[in-house]
């Protein structure tokens, strides 16, 4: 192949190869329909009354890959004075929150249902359960009501 | 009122105040308006799940976590127009979590995985259901063939820019971690191959 322009080339012929590339991909592989329904009913998540605790740690952006190795997942989120630790290690979560309390907290995930937490006196809280997929926390404690950023675990 | 209803300017996509004004109304309280901008911004968000080559599961999950996202922050966002880039940057940094994760397996770069559709059905399959004519069912078939013997970067690429409504370069930037300015020349370049392969396929 030389540099030159191939017959058809050109911007328009660009755009033309485009638009057949995504008339193709429309029919080939669009968003499935199921996912888009639960994008829809996602909306429902905005209506959440509750202070927002923002991812500040993840381990997955700090460590380089190591493949096949079990290591854990560190994650910290922050908001409304809160802090939670998580350590999620092949399906198994251990928290703490700070600073120590007690509190009520859920475990949203993408598929199954809310999962009900108690973290003790001293803010530990354990889950053995916890799926693969999109994960949030609610969480109250005293006054204050927060809810994790989704992410994938 | 739905996101297709908008005005397209094609090549430049989208009219972005509309999906900023979609934006503000779904914050605002508009369900409409959210599914709207869901049925507008879910290409882009799928393609850009499906440009890193995720496995199936992983790449529903992505998608889900991302809208999850937005709507968490929906009363956050500070540039409602930007909200296709967001939901880019926000999508690639949950693919590049997910390669790391070392409870996946490695990324695959197993064509099996981009040539099934998102929903299970072979290629074959989707073009078969889709009742186009059957000089048209090839084309397309001829098309989608010769895209997944592309090299990975072209791919990747190329899988952003055929979301739809075509993406902003601003979305594709995002989506895929390049600098706009190199957008264009890199496409110039895989759609040239893009051609060539056809043509030896003798499609034109």
Same mark, same amino acid.
């Given at each position: ?153 | ?81 930007? #909200? @296709? /880039? ?5 999508? %690639? ?6 390669? $790391?994760? !070392?409870? *996946? ?74 600098? #706009? @300015? /190199? ?5 110039? %370049? ?6 060539? $392969?056809? !043509?030896? *396929?003798?499609?034109?």
């Amino acid at each position: 192949m030389n540099g030159g322009e191939t017959p058809g080339g050109g911007r328009a012929g660009d755009d033309a190869i485009e638009d057949v590339l995504r008339h193709a991909a429309g029919i080939i592989d669009p968003v499935p329909a199921h996912l888009l329904q639960a994008a829809v009913e996602a909306y429902a998540l905005a209506s959440i009354e509750a202070e927002l605790a923002e991812l500040v740690f993840d381990s997955l952006t700090q460590s380089a890959p190591v493949r096949g190795t079990d290591r854990p997942r560190l994650l910290t989120f922050r908001g409304n004075g809160l802090t939670l630790d998580l350590e999620i290690t092949a399906g198994r979560l251990v928290g703490q929150l700070l600073p120590p309390q007690p509190a009520e907290i859920e475990l949203l995930g993408g598929r199954s249902p809310a999962a009900a937490l108690t973290a003790d006196a001293a803010g530990r809280f354990v889950c053995d359960r916890v799926a693969a997929g999109p994960f949030s926390l609610h969480c109250r404690a005293g006054g204050a009501v927060i809810t994790t950023e989704w992410l994938t675990v | 009122m739905t996101y297709y209803d908008l005005p397209d300017t094609k090549g430049g996509a989208v009219d972005r105040d509309s999906v900023g004004r979609l934006f503000q109304a779904a914050a605002d309280g508009d369900a409409a308006a959210w599914k709207a901008l869901v049925e507008g911004l879910s290409p882009l968000v799928w393609s850009v799940v499906r440009a890193h080559g995720l496995a199936e599961a992983d790449g529903h999950e992505v998608y889900q976590t991302t809208w999850f996202r937005l709507a968490q922050h929906l009363r956050r966002i500070r540039e409602p127009d930007g #909200v @296709g /880039s967001w939901l880019a940057s926000t999508a %690639r940094h949950e693919c590049l979590k997910v390669i $790391r994760s !070392a409870r *996946r397996l490695s990324p695959t770069d197993d064509p099996e995985i981009l040539d099934r559709a998102g929903d299970g059905r072979t290629p074959e399959q989707a073009v078969i259901d889709s009742e186009e004519a059957e000089a048209e069912a090839e084309r397309i078939r001829q098309v989608w063939a010769a895209f997944q013997e592309l090299g990975e970067n072209c791919r990747r690429l190329l899988r952003v820019l055929m979301a739809s409504p075509p993406p902003s370069y601003r979305e594709v930037s995002a989506a895929l971690g390049i600098a #706009v @300015g /190199s957008i264009g020349p890199i496409r110039q %370049r895989c759609l040239r191959r893009l051609r060539a $392969r056809l !043509a030896e *396929r003798g499609v034109r």
